[in-house]
């Protein structure tokens, strides 16, 4: 049977039960169906399930389900077995189920081993049950029914609601989960510092499991010396982390600096010490905040967008929990993963492995920002040579008001003679193969941040602008008056046609050939829309002139 579950974890665990022999084959309704195989139950497991035949199908049947949310970062759900007796069975992080569970010297094992699972790297889950009386039940049903039907603060009712009966737990034992990295996620994070961008992680895992990970995947290097602020409870502890950690990096200038921060202590952070916490961060190598909420994944971006030097940020999630933050950032990433669709369902770029990331960036993040660049600069280039000999005509004719151009010429200039190339160029054009790029990370470098969009770029193109505008039209002006074949006729009426055309025809091949020149590329097809600009405008002129003749 193969499972489908919105949780990793929760697959793992349904998988490992059928492997035990107790398969959950579906469910009927309500009815919950689960198929016991007795030959493979172990012994003591069998013990507690009495005498049963050697293959038996259970129903549980919900009652109800508590839904996970990152902030309560549990789940219940409420079954009646097959006895008719209720429980409520209870899952999640352990600093969330510990607490409301009833004193047994069981906590103290469980929280030594869920410590022991997490510096393994792994996903840890406690899990707890209580049974309910009829009674109670139906009172949490009516309290819960009343609050979801309320018109005022519904969502603080409803919890209320389930607090309250997710009390006095029994605890059952913990779960760990090997949440094993995706493929490549090393080598990806490699390049993207190579490329100069900045790695935060953030995530809803506990400090040691998010640790280990961070380790394994290489976010924090190995030299980095590593600054922990973790369960602080008052400003004063954070505000002495910070200056400790100043003072450290002060004095330690050459050694990089990774911090790892979890949720509590970041709310602190963020409400108290504001403006250090970011500054003191933005100066660490590698940043670690674990143990966040959706909420607060969001407030780090919105922080990370104050810094004095206004970053790009791009935030990548996979899951519900990093909804928030993607929307928050600059750029959005999401990944469809095992967690579900809804990250990329609101992402700007949407993909299917972390690893994809490296090209989306490094490769056609390099060349579209190169072909956006010259399409813009481009043409206001175009335009401008076009209208710059407008401009010179207009004062050497008196302000006239003439235009120098035929009608035709003024219409087709922008959508037939000069708009093909630039159109091909920013669709295929490649400043570097592929292979190049991913090869060096540092190439990245040269298009980051809009680079390309530099003032020194715009005028340098504008000035060129100018110049061949210039030349075009005073060169065309010294042949007119000078050349005696054409000054025979004057002053005849064609003259002045022949002037605009000579003028247009130079515009257009001046123009394509710089495009020709800009592309470092080249593809046939490219040289082609070119070269057949220059050819429309020349047959265009020809058929033209047949027709008002
Ligand atoms: N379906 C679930 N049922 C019960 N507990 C869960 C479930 N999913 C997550 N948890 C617990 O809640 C914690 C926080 O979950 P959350 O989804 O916010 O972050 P995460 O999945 O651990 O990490 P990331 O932010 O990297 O996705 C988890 O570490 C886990 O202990
Ligand atoms: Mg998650």
Redo the contacts with the bound molecule.
Sequence with gaps: MDYQAS?PDEKALVEACARMGLVYIGEDGDQMQLKVRRSCVRANVRSRLGEIPDEELIQYERLAVLEFT?DRKRMSIIVRDTHGQIWLYTKGAESHVLPLCAHSPLIETTQRHINEFAKLGLRTLAVARRRLTEQQFRTFSDELIEAGSSLVDRAERVEECQRRVETELELLGATAVEDALQDDVQSTLQALGQAGIRVWVLT?DKVETALNIALSCGHIPDGAARYFITDCHTSEQVQQHLDTLSLEMFRQRDVPFSMLIDGASLTIALDAHREQFRDVSVRCQAVLCCRLSPLQKCEVVQLMKTVDSAPVTAAIG?????VSMIQEAHVGLGIVGR?GRQAARCADYAFAKFCMLKKLLLVHGHYFSTRLAVLVLYFFYKNLVFMGIQLYFQIHSLFSNQSVYDSVFLTLYNVVYTAIPVLVLALTEKPYQEQTLLKNPSLYQKVAGNKQYAWKYFIGWMVLGIYHFSVIYFFTYAVWIENPAIYAHWPATVSFACYGTILIHNVVVLVNLKLLIESIYKSYVFIATVLLSIFAFMGSTFVYNLLNM
């Excluded at 996979?318 to 990093?322: E, Q, W």
């Design positions: 949780s990152s809803g996979d899951g519900a929990n990093d967690e």
